[in-house]
């Protein structure tokens, strides 16, 4: 079993916390092509995102307690047993139904895979030791968003929509003989509490910015501006290098900064990112770069946000860090999920919806954070 200061331990969360990426991201160069091989509506495959991301967020708030009362290992294992039982179905699906219905079950079991590897860091790490471990695997999380949509276009194109959930499964598959093989149990003592942490807003509404764009970046790069599915997945792989900036700084600067220094500097770098990408929208230039730009300093300052704010969330709950990785998420993907569905059905055949609802996400993660929780005096 491994260590807690083994590098092969943070490689191992952050590969598990990709799966949630690799599973979001790989499909969608394939969602407009999915419209006419399932004969379904846009707003129909959309669902197959934006559900997903409500049965997600909905299912973390009972992964968080179970972890803590069964333990890390089982909670683990079970969801990404289910997790890769459901992508098989993905994969064999003829019908958007069978195919939605999939990705919910897929989804409930993606929950203890987002869930279960944060609270792992809280066992073992706290303050900022937690936060630059979080930022460490925020690098193993960039490569995801980065390879999955070029790997998934690429499949599209030679196999057909199918073989990206046949891949999903398979690194599942990979992960979960991982954790039964290598992963240790991190939990003290067993725990049937559940209560609350506080809602960390700044990290909610910045998650927003993100699965706006997961949902709307397909149709703004292939069908708006015409780029093809090949070239979605380089242009979208460009923005998510964002992640990997953003992680590598995010651990550098947090341990001179400290956690609130750090989230106060990036919060207005992602809102002059999210209301630049709106004036470009709403200015009508529909180009490539209008996109990828804003939202590359977007990925960076979402980047050295979220892990500080998950950390500054995880921390005062020590002995039951699984519930308040729980409920931290449920109330981020709530938010999250809701912006990628109103980007979904406000789709007007240009990038305009997505990259107002990136601003608006932007606006409110400047807001709260100053509103809420900035030390006094600060700006």
Not at 94 to 118: K, N
Not at 185 to 202: F, G, H, M, Q
Not at 345 to 372: H, K
Request: charged share 10%; aromatic share 8%.
């Amino acid at each position: 079993m491994l260590k807690r200061d083994q590098p092969a331990m943070t490689l191992l969360l952050g590969a598990l916390i990709a799966v949630a990426p690799l599973a979001m991201d790989i499909y969608l160069a394939s969602m407009p092509s999915m419209t006419r091989a399932l004969s379904a509506t846009s707003e129909q495959v959309q669902l197959t995102l934006s559900l997903y991301m409500y049965a997600w967020g909905a299912s973390q708030i009972f992964v968080g307690p179970l972890a803590d009362r069964f333990g890390r290992r089982p909670a683990l294992i079970a969801g990404l047993a289910l997790f890769v039982g459901a992508s098989a179905v993905c994969a064999a699906s003829r019908t958007i139904e069978t195919l939605i219905a999939a990705r919910v079950v897929q989804a409930v079991g993606m929950a203890a895979v987002a869930v279960v590897p944060r609270a792992i860091v809280r066992d073992l790490y706290s303050g900022d030791r937690a936060a630059r471990m979080l930022s460490l695997m925020g690098v193993v999380l960039g490569i995801a968003p980065i390879v999955a949509p070029i790997i998934g276009s690429n499949l599209h194109v030679w196999f057909g929509w199918q073989a990206n959930f046949v891949l999903v499964a398979a690194y599942g598959a990979i992960a979960l003989l991982c954790v039964v093989t290598a992963l240790p149990e991190t939990i003290k003592a067993r725990n049937k509490r559940a209560t609350a942490p506080a809602v960390v807003l700044v990290a909610a509404f910045a998650s927003s910015g993100l699965f706006a764009f997961l949902a709307g970046s397909a149709f703004a790069f292939v069908t708006v501006i015409g780029t093809g599915e090949r070239s979605f997945g380089l242009l979208f792989g460009t923005v998510m290098l964002g992640n990997i900036a953003g992680s590598i700084a995010g651990s550098r600067l947090v341990t001179l900064w400290g956690i609130d220094r750090m989230i106060r500097y990036s919060t207005r770098l992602m809102l002059c990112a999210g209301l630049a990408l709106a004036a470009l929208a709403w200015l009508g230039i529909a180009h490539t770069a209008a996109i990828v730009i804003p939202m590359f300093l977007f990925m960076i300052a979402l980047m050295t946000t979220m892990p500080q704010a998950t950390a500054g969330g995880l921390t005062p709950f020590p002995e039951i860090s699984g519930s308040a990785a729980s409920l931290l998420l449920f109330c981020q993907f709530m938010l999250a999920s809701t912006a990628a569905l109103i980007v979904g059905v406000t789709f007007d055949g240009t990038q305009r919806p997505m990259a107002t609802v990136i601003a608006v996400a932007s606006t409110l993660t400047f807001i709260a954070f100053r509103a809420l929780v900035r030390p006094p005096g600060a700006s």
